[in-house]
């Protein structure tokens, strides 16, 4: 039976005066703060703080055994989605005064992690960097295909001449493929992005991108780099399994 925490009443009309008074106080972030901080620094200490509270560690998890550790944080304009090494899901909605954490739901990442906040001392600048790039993606993506549109001749040549990786974009190739291994997902996929903006033609990142993507449950984005791949070359070997791999993420995007 799951015991429940009952605060005595002299401690609890003092702490609901002060969360009011808190709430009360808008956030404003440091000046240049997106400048200042990238977004796989901003999702790491996420994540080390929601540890450190004891919602997952790496070893064990306080009173509450079997849970699994936190490899993933990934955030839209309204809410934190947080996965655990056992493929479990969490979601929760973001408050947009303190920009803290108010309300999970889910499938039982972690007992009792419904009641978890993470206040302005804590992470709040952190979940900004992250909301405010959710907040951006779309025009970002936007712009990206119409620049992909107009120059896919030129990448489809590149593509078909398996021109050499410049350093740059080979150093982030590499992290990626080690965050992969690690499961670190939303990392990959960043790296990969990276990557994709200095050599945009080339197909195995679009791929690989788009499978990191699909394990993240970001399957809007994982459809959109795959339709890249399948355009930079149309005749590739696995072009039909390629295309199954959208159909599907179509089906998991409508749950």
Same mark, same amino acid.
């Given at each position: 039976?799951?015991?429940?925490?009952? /605060? =005595?009443?002299?401690?609890?009309?003092?702490?609901?005066?002060? +969360?009011?008074?808190?709430?009360?106080?808008?956030?404003?972030?440091?000046? *240049?703060?997106?400048?200042?901080?990238?977004?796989?620094?901003?999702?790491?200490?996420?994540?080390?703080?929601?540890?450190?509270?004891?919602?997952?560690?790496?070893?064990?998890?306080?009173?509450?055994?079997?849970?699994?550790?936190i490899t993933g944080v990934r955030v839209t304009p309204t809410s934190l989605i947080i996965a655990d090494a056992?493929?479990?899901?969490?979601?929760?909605? #973001?408050?947009?005064?303190?920009?803290?954490?108010?309300?999970?739901?889910?499938?039982? +990442? &972690?007992?009792?992690?419904?009641?978890?906040?993470?206040?302005?001392?804590?992470?709040? *600048?952190?979940?900004?960097? +992250?909301?405010?790039?959710?907040?951006?993606?779309?025009?970002?993506?936007?712009?990206?295909?119409?620049? %992909?549109?107009?120059?896919?001749?030129?990448?489809?040549?590149?593509?078909?001449?398996?021109?050499?990786?410049?350093?740059? &974009?080979?150093?982030?190739?590499?992290?990626?493929?080690?965050?992969?291994?690690?499961? &670190?997902?939303? *990392?990959?996929?960043?790296?990969?992005?990276?990557?994709?903006?200095?050599?945009? /033609? /080339?197909?195995?990142?679009? %791929?690989?991108?788009? #499978?990191? #993507?699909?394990?993240?449950?970001?399957?809007?984005? &994982?459809?959109?780099?795959?339709?890249?791949?399948?355009?930079?070359?149309?005749?590739? =070997?696995?072009?039909?399994?390629?295309?199954?791999?959208?159909?599907? /993420?179509?089906? #998991?995007?409508?749950?």
């Open positions: 039976m799951k015991s429940v925490h009952r /605060w =005595p009443k002299a401690m609890l009309y003092p702490a609901m005066l002060m +969360l009011l008074v808190a709430c009360a106080t808008p956030y404003v972030p440091a000046p *240049d703060l997106m400048k200042k901080m990238s977004v796989m620094q901003a999702r790491k200490a996420v994540i080390n703080k929601l540890m450190r509270k004891n919602i997952c560690t790496s070893g064990s998890c306080g009173m509450s055994a079997g849970l699994k550790p056992g493929g479990h899901k969490r979601v929760f909605q #973001l408050n947009a005064i303190k920009l803290s954490i108010i309300k999970g739901r889910g499938d039982g +990442l &972690a007992t009792g992690i419904d009641n978890i906040q993470i206040t302005n001392t804590e992470a709040t *600048d952190e979940l900004y960097v +992250l909301q405010q790039n959710a907040i951006n993606a779309p025009k970002a993506a936007d712009e990206y295909e119409a620049f %992909f549109a107009a120059s896919l001749t030129d990448f489809r040549h590149k593509a078909a001449s398996n021109t050499v990786l410049p350093e740059a &974009a080979n150093k982030y190739k590499v992290q990626a493929e080690g965050a992969v291994r690690d499961k &670190a997902f939303d *990392d990959a996929a960043d790296l990969y992005a990276a990557a994709l903006k200095i050599v945009p /033609w /080339w197909p195995v990142g679009h %791929f690989n991108r788009a #499978l990191v #993507l699909g394990e993240t449950g970001d399957y809007g984005d &994982a459809k959109r780099e795959m339709k890249y791949y399948l355009q930079l070359v149309p005749d590739a =070997p696995n072009a039909r399994a390629a295309q199954d791999k959208i159909y599907e /993420w179509a089906r #998991l995007e409508s749950k």
